[in-house]
């Protein structure tokens, strides 16, 4: 698969939309009460006429709101922007692989059975006790609503298994991200995950989509492994740069 070089950026940012948007130049800069670093970071796409004053905007922002100076770095990141956050000391991490696949070439048959338009009750609870840990607020507004906020800003489609798994799907014209894969801990290791993707990438195909996307960290080597055996390759790649004095003031805060 050959694809246009921000096309991932601005498909993860679209699918997981921030509340709290302020764009400036070609860059964006993400707010949701510190819920997640994807909806709480820059999204630096395109060139712009002065990086030292583009990033210094993006500091003051993140000052302002309380939160560490973050920047998602993907493909169709600014030319340079990498290598100048790495002289400034800003920190890499989290390293998260973008994994395709055509849907026409899944594997496994399933039904589209039980995919919801909105997250239930049950489906929000099970997907934050799994992945919400560890969220503090930051504002007036608890962090699970700003998660709320985050997961019902675009049209989606939403899978609770009653046996403890979830999903998440978001139809973007051709292609059908999958998102919020979680399955509780009392019920791993029984197919759970599995039974969810292949129903989500089943219900996709009724919505007219092509292909099918997620974001999966480097390190999740379980998840990685479940979706290469479903057919997902590489095809992209992104990281973090976070602004080390900023993170440090997080940390105190805490």
Not at 96 to 122: F, H, K, Q, W, Y
Request: aromatic share 10%; glycine share 12%; hydrophobic share 40%.
């Amino acid at each position: 698969m050959d694809f246009e070089r921000s096309l991932f950026d601005r498909l993860v940012d679209e699918a997981w939309p921030a509340p709290g948007r302020v764009v400036t130049g070609g860059w964006v800069l993400r707010y949701a009460g510190g819920v997640t670093k994807r909806a709480n970071s820059v999204l630096p796409l395109g060139d712009v006429p002065d990086m030292d004053r583009a990033i210094a905007e993006a500091e003051r922002f993140y000052a302002g709101v309380g939160l560490p100076c973050v920047f998602s770095i993907g493909a169709g990141a600014t030319e340079g922007l990498d290598a100048e956050l790495s002289r400034r000391g800003y920190r890499w991490t989290g390293p998260t692989l973008i994994m395709a696949i055509r849907l026409a070439d899944v594997r496994s048959a399933a039904e589209p059975a039980g995919v919801e338009p909105d997250p239930s009750e049950d489906w929000l609870r099970t997907w934050w006790q799994t992945e919400g840990i560890g969220h503090r607020a930051h504002d007036r507004i608890p962090p699970r609503a700003w998660a709320e906020r985050i997961l019902t800003g675009v049209r989606a489609g939403y899978l609770h298994l009653p046996e403890g798994a979830v999903g998440r799907a978001v139809p973007q014209d051709k292609w059908l991200g999958i998102y919020c894969m979680a399955v509780a801990p009392h019920a791993r290791r029984r197919g759970l995950g599995t039974s969810v993707l292949r129903t989500l990438l089943a219900w996709g195909r009724t919505q007219g989509a092509v292909y099918g996307y997620l974001a999966v960290t480097e390190a999740n080597r379980a998840a990685r492994a479940l979706y290469e055996r479903e057919g997902f390759t590489v095809v992209g790649r992104y990281h973090y740069r976070v602004k080390p004095e900023a993170e440090a003031t997080a940390r105190g805060r805490r």
